[in-house]
């Protein structure tokens, strides 16, 4: 059956420009490596889309609204449905000194802050810094390789999916999801407490989940921490036993020489 509007997908894609193809994005990670784009710190996979609802370039989402399952397509998106035309009225022509204020030098493809905007640092010359304040990808045709990998189908599968935007690394294997009777059960591995501020990402995933699934009354996040009481004992017994072998070492006393500090004096 052919997508349709509020479907839930996930999306491999890769991304490029036209003129030179050149990735500039992609969710596989051998396309990554392959470009020199790879980010280690970037979790890669399927995105979750869902049609009508999540951002994507427009012509992307008109060819998936008439694709499947399992679909690959391929568009064009030109520069005004993608990051815009190029607009010489945003380079800019700035005095150094405004940034010898601040203590910065200024360096050709640097990406700087000015008045409170972005831009990238064209030229340097003469006590004269040139700003572009135009995207990087202006003016840029691009191209969109993408393949439907999966459509959702039931709720359980896309709360795991929606708890994934948020936690990209958790294994997903051990998340166990639940949509019952108005009420949403999250079952996460007990390593997430150790996440800096799981708690505002608890909180934002709550968010989003009632927002999507309009009959939640309450959601319930579960943490399991499995007590194993003769492993913890065996290890203690261990632990005390390799203390009581260790030899003494001997305390230095005011009677037993130091060595002296910096050499020898005469």
Not at 50 to 77: C, M, N, Q, W
Not at 105 to 129: F, K, L, M, T, W
Request: hydrophobic share 35%; aromatic share 6%; glycine share 6%.
């Amino acid at each position: 059956m052919v997508l349709q509007k509020g479907d839930y997908i996930l999306l491999d894609y890769t991304m490029l420009t036209k003129d030179d193809g050149k990735v500039i994005e992609t969710t596989i990670e051998e396309k990554a490596k392959e470009a020199n784009i790879y980010d280690p710190n970037q979790a890669y996979g399927p995105r979750l889309i869902i049609l009508g609802e999540t951002k994507i370039f427009e012509p992307l989402e008109e060819a998936l609204l008439k694709s499947d399952e399992g679909s690959e397509v391929t568009v064009e998106v030109p520069p005004e449905k993608a990051f815009g035309l190029r607009d010489q009225g945003k380079v800019k022509v700035i005095s150094i000194r405004e940034f010898y204020r601040t203590g910065k030098v200024p360096r050709v493809g640097d990406i700087v802050e000015y008045n409170n905007q972005r831009a990238r640092v064209i030229s340097v010359s003469s006590g004269r810094v040139i700003l572009d304040f135009n995207h990087p990808l202006a003016g840029k045709v691009i191209v969109v390789n993408a393949k439907v990998v999966k459509k959702l189908t039931n709720d359980e599968d896309k709360v795991k999916e929606i708890v994934r935007q948020y936690l990209p690394r958790l294994d997903m294997s051990r998340v166990e999801t639940k949509h019952e009777n108005g009420q949403v059960t999250v079952k996460l591995p007990s390593e997430v407490l150790f996440i800096e501020g799981i708690g505002t990402i608890k909180f934002r995933i709550a968010e989003e989940l009632a927002q999507r699934f309009t009959d939640v009354k309450k959601i319930i996040y579960v943490e399991e921490l499995e007590v194993t009481r003769e492993e913890q004992q065996a290890q203690q017994l261990q632990q005390a036993t390799q203390g009581a072998q260790q030899p003494q070492q001997p305390q230095a006393t005011e009677a037993q020489p130091q060595q002296a500090q910096g050499g020898s004096s005469e």
